[in-house]
């Protein structure tokens, strides 16, 4: 009884209602964006948006799934594993270092990942795409892989040092003193231990190169070379779009990054806020 009435007095009505309407406006797009894929062209401009479809049909998804969408998909899949991997590789040595480097230049190097943080993605088009037409990886997935790798190292660093920073630095004396190396606790002690924190940065820079639209806008132009997010172009006309198809597109294609977030979401929290509270 007396843990009841705890309840009800931290019950704040105010915070339910907020909450309730987020998950209306979060919901109910996502609800319109499944119904509607289930319509008949015709029938998505008779019926009501939020009425169930009548009768019911998978014949977009058969649509999209005839066309080329398993070719934009692995291009997907390659673009972001290569993207994430090099990532990680770059980024979890530089972070040991930062937090464990008695250098003055290397603690002040993070200085200038923090400054990578305020670089606009927008403001680089111009001088991105000279650079990869220079280096000659134009129209190929590299020129994906490569920027996407520039703009996730910064926050996966910024993430990474601040868990880093929460390892105690008893373990790293108690190898020091036994003779270990740096490479040696890196691959032993901060891999092992960071393991939250990589997992929230693999699904954070999945889900920004997954999504990623200017870059395979702008660096590609094949057919062969289109990602996900350029193949909704496949279903748009001169003068009409097949919107039941689109967001039938739209459903496919999100699947597994939706995967990704679900086997990765108890470790999101804790990676991000890791270090910010001290």
């Known amino acids: 009884m007396q843990r009841l009435r705890r309840l009800l007095v931290r019950w704040n009505p105010l915070a339910a209602i907020a909450g ?33 479809p009548s009768p019911a049909t998978l014949d977009n998804y058969h649509t999209v799934l005839d066309g080329d969408f398993f070719q934009y998909l692995l291009n997907s899949a390659l673009v ?38 305020a670089i606009p993605l927008q403001a680089t088009v111009i001088p991105l795409y000279l650079i990869i037409s220079k280096l000659g990886v134009y129209d190929t997935l590299w020129a994906l892989v490569l920027p996407g790798v520039a703009f996730a190292v910064p926050l996966t660093i910024v993430i990474l040092v601040n868990f880093l920073r929460d390892i105690p630095r008893e373990l790293y004396e108690a ?10 606790m890196l691959l032993h ?29 702008i660096l590609t132009q094949s057919a062969d070379k289109r990602v996900l997010p350029l193949g909704v172009f496949t279903f748009q006309g001169e003068f009409n779009i097949d919107v039941p198809t689109v967001l039938a597109y739209v459903v496919l294609s999100s699947i597994p990054i939706v995967a990704l977030y679900v086997i990765g979401r108890r470790y999101l929290v804790s990676g991000l806020t890791a270090g910010f509270g001290r």
Not at 196 to 201: C, G, K, W
Not at 203 to 217: C, E, Q, R, S, T
Request: glycine share 4%; proline share 5%.
């Open 80 to 117: 972001t594993v290569l993207t994430v991997g090099i990532t990680l590789a770059v980024s979890l040595p530089a972070a040991h270092a930062i937090v464990h480097s008695t250098r003055r230049v290397v603690r002040l190097s993070f200085q200038l990942f923090l400054l990578g943080l």
């Open 20 to 52: 309730l309407l987020w998950l209306v406006v979060v919901v109910v797009p996502l609800y319109w964006i499944v119904v509607t894929s289930l319509r008949s062209r015709e029938g998505f401009f008779d019926a009501r948006p939020l009425s169930l």
């Open 175 to 184: 190898m020091r003193i036994d003779g270990a190396s740096q490479r040696r």
């Open 189 to 217: 002690l901060s891999l092992p231990l960071s393991r939250p924190a990589i997992i929230t940065v693999m699904v954070y820079d999945a889900l920004n190169v997954w999504n990623g639209f200017l870059f395979p806008l």
